[in-house]
């Protein structure tokens, strides 16, 4: 396994809000070089489980460690620079092109000449080099979270933080994206962890499945084992969406009665 994969690891991780208990008592491990998922409704405290990683939440009680180290033991800059971060409508700068936009990190780590490292980030999320000299407003939705992800990748991190990332896209656009992440995740030796309230996309993607419910994990199972039945009612329900829509487009396939 490569060197730079990351383990993740909450002991008793809680976050409360005013008027909201975000993240209540969360503890599990997520090993080096896995996807997982983190689905559930929308408030259910995904974004805040999160954000504790790369410690843009501070959890008011137990403690997150990467590779064995509290994540609160070095400073939040040089973390970051350890994890990659892509986010819903991922805020590329407008007025910098989008190789100025994926050097940032590479910037911020003290690297001058960025223009071969662009070069191959482009290359790994499979956008044209020429695009290098593109702004952003000159690329599609699709094409702009290419580039956010290849920013997220700048400084060789092994551990990918997704949250949300294909919210805004087309379908067809979104499974594309997915895919190519999927594919990036094994070629790279990632762990990531991906937030959808998408159950179909958790199902296709991770090796693993955390369904959050009130602040709580409510089920930890593998695809198959969701789709044989098990993790309990609140996984079931969500599994059950995407599974009654396939067994309806199969019927129509196969009885033509429409
Ligand atoms: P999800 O990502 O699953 O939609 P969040 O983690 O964003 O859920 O939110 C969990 C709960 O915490 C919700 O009730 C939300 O309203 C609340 N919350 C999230 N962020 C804040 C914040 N910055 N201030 C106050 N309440 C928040
Ligand atoms: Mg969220």
Do not use: C, W
Request: aromatic fraction near 4%; glycine fraction near 12%.
């Amino acid at each position: 396994m490569p060197e730079q994969t990351r383990s993740v690891t909450f002991k008793n991780v809680s976050k409360r809000y005013p008027g909201a208990l975000a993240v209540d008592g969360v503890s599990l491990e997520v090993a080096g070089g896995s996807f997982v998922a983190l689905v559930g409704a929308s408030g259910s405290g995904k974004s805040t489980l999160l954000k504790t990683i790369n410690r843009l939440v501070a959890p008011d009680a137990g403690t997150v460690l990467m590779d064995g180290e509290p994540v609160d033991a070095v400073p939040a800059h040089l973390l970051r620079r350890r994890i990659g971060y892509v986010f819903q409508n991922i805020g590329l700068f407008p007025h910098m092109s989008v190789a100025e936009n994926i050097a940032i990190p590479l910037r911020l780590a003290g690297e001058r000449n960025t223009a071969g490292r662009v070069a191959e980030l482009l290359d790994l999320v499979e956008l044209p080099r020429d695009f290098a000299a593109r702004m952003p407003d000159a690329l599609s939705g699709g094409q702009r979270q290419r580039v956010g992800v290849a920013r997220a990748l700048a400084n060789g991190p092994g551990l990918l933080l997704m949250d949300e990332p294909f919210g805004a896209l087309d379908p067809v656009t979104r499974d594309g994206l997915a895919r190519a992440i999927r594919a990036l995740h094994d070629r790279m030796g990632l762990t990531t962890i991906l937030v959808t309230h998408d159950m179909a996309e958790a199902l296709l993607l991770a090796d693993r499945v955390l369904v959050m419910s009130e602040g709580r994990v409510a089920a930890d199972a593998t695809p198959r084992a969701l789709l044989a039945g098990g993790g309990g009612d609140a996984a079931q329900a969500l599994v059950a969406v995407p599974r009654e829509q396939a067994h309806r487009l199969a019927e129509m396939e196969g009885g033509g009665s429409r």
